[in-house]
């Protein structure tokens, strides 16, 4: 059976934790040389934020995907004749090139705050093109500061969503029909976020959109106690028996 690539989508304000935890798990997992799955990983650095890592000129791609060596590179947003950074659509129209015409593939592509390069003209496309790369086995990781900034369809194409501290609300009318199926368990993580990041303000949980599990560091006592706050400000899904 083939693989299903990964489409996690990590969603925090400021400060909240998302680029550590995703560079942790890249560093652990995807470029371990003891796991046998290992993978080599692409970062689209838009905040010229990722110095430690070796960049790639994006026509050198092609290159990347043939080596056998397991390593993280990134792509800088920036003109290659005059080294300026790259304006919004230009990041756009690379990022297009990075994935349909030098056609990164067997990897992650990890895509750090898309919200200052994706424009509600841009989000039918970007739909398409991060959907329909199956046969790439592409695996994709994307960073937002809030859930508005996802594009509504794209929620349907998520399967692992990870929710750190954030100011507004997953539970957006637009969205509500993508995400029907995964409504409890949603609300049931954010509260179980809104209240450890009292005490922990990069507290973070991961719910697994396939098979509705929440991960993380609480406890059964906490997890209870946000079903708990559910269940109370939701009475109509209290049935009796």
């Given at each position: 059976m083939?693989?299903e690539?990964?489409?996690?989508v990590s969603?925090?304000?400021t400060?909240a934790?998302?680029t550590?935890?995703?560079m942790k798990?890249?560093?652990?997992?995807?470029s371990?040389?003891?796991?046998p799955?290992?993978r080599k990983?692409l970062i689209?650095d838009?905040n010229?934020e990722?110095?430690?890592?070796t960049p790639?000129?994006?026509?050198?791609?092609?290159?990347?995907?043939r080596?056998?060596?397991i390593?993280?590179r990134r792509v800088?947003?920036?003109?290659i004749?005059?080294?300026?950074?790259?304006g919004?659509?230009e990041?756009?129209?690379?990022?297009?090139?990075?994935?349909?015409?030098?056609q990164?593939?067997?990897?992650?592509l990890y895509l750090?705050d898309?919200?200052?390069y994706?424009t509600?003209?841009?989000?039918?496309?970007?739909?398409n093109?991060?959907?329909?790369?199956r046969?790439?086995?592409?695996?994709?990781?994307i960073?937002l500061?809030?859930f508005r900034?996802?594009?509504?369809?794209?929620w349907g194409?998520?399967n692992v969503?990870?929710?750190?501290k954030?100011?507004?609300?997953?539970f957006?009318?637009?969205?509500k029909?993508q995400?029907?199926?995964?409504?409890?368990?949603l609300?049931i993580a954010?509260?179980?976020?809104?209240?450890?990041t009292?005490?922990?303000?990069?507290?973070?949980?991961t719910?697994?959109?396939?098979t509705?599990?929440i991960i993380?560091?609480f406890?059964?006592?906490?997890?209870?106690?946000s079903?708990?706050?559910y269940?109370?400000?939701?009475?109509?899904d209290?049935?009796?028996?």
């Amino acid at each position: 059976m083939a693989r299903e690539p990964l489409k996690k989508v990590s969603v925090g304000g400021t400060g909240a934790g998302k680029t550590f935890q995703n560079m942790k798990f890249i560093k652990e997992v995807y470029s371990n040389p003891k796991n046998p799955h290992a993978r080599k990983s692409l970062i689209y650095d838009t905040n010229l934020e990722f110095k430690d890592i070796t960049p790639i000129a994006p026509e050198d791609i092609p290159l990347f995907n043939r080596q056998k060596k397991i390593e993280i590179r990134r792509v800088l947003p920036l003109n290659i004749q005059t080294g300026k950074e790259l304006g919004m659509d230009e990041k756009y129209d690379l990022l297009c090139e990075i994935i349909d015409n030098y056609q990164f593939r067997n990897g992650l592509l990890y895509l750090e705050d898309i919200n200052n390069y994706v424009t509600n003209t841009h989000s039918k496309h970007l739909v398409n093109l991060l959907t329909t790369n199956r046969h790439k086995l592409l695996d994709i990781f994307i960073n937002l500061q809030t859930f508005r900034a996802l594009p509504p369809r794209l929620w349907g194409n998520i399967n692992v969503l990870t929710i750190h501290k954030t100011n507004d609300s997953p539970f957006q009318a637009k969205i509500k029909d993508q995400i029907a199926g995964q409504m409890k368990p949603l609300r049931i993580a954010n509260i179980l976020v809104e209240n450890k990041t009292r005490e922990n303000p990069r507290f973070f949980c991961t719910l697994d959109m396939r098979t509705s599990q929440i991960i993380g560091d609480f406890t059964t006592p906490e997890f209870i106690e946000s079903c708990e706050k559910y269940l109370s400000l939701n009475a109509k899904d209290v049935k009796d028996y």
